[in-house]
């Protein structure tokens, strides 16, 4: 009967550690839960931020393209100007 009662305490003592560690355990999923929870919303932020900057990335490429296109019109014209002074003063010049 002593063995009896010694397996009992034994399978008590398991049980009760046991519940300790499944207690242990429940805290720490919970936990990382809330990790979890924190990086899924500063994913979430970080992609918005994204979208956001590449948005405004595009709208300086348009800008910047619009401005390479006046500085080059700008520059034709400016060309075409010196060319036509350069024609007169010669014509002027004979």
Known sequence: MANRGGCVTVAAEEMDELRR??????????????EMIKLWQRTVVAEE???QLCSQLAELEVESLEQ?????DRMLFLMDQISRLSSSSVVSSS
């Open 21 to 34: 560690r499944n207690i242990e355990l429940s805290r720490e999923v919970a936990e990382m839960k809330t």
């Open 49 to 51: 931020a994204e979208e």
């Open 68 to 72: 390479a296109r006046d500085y080059h």
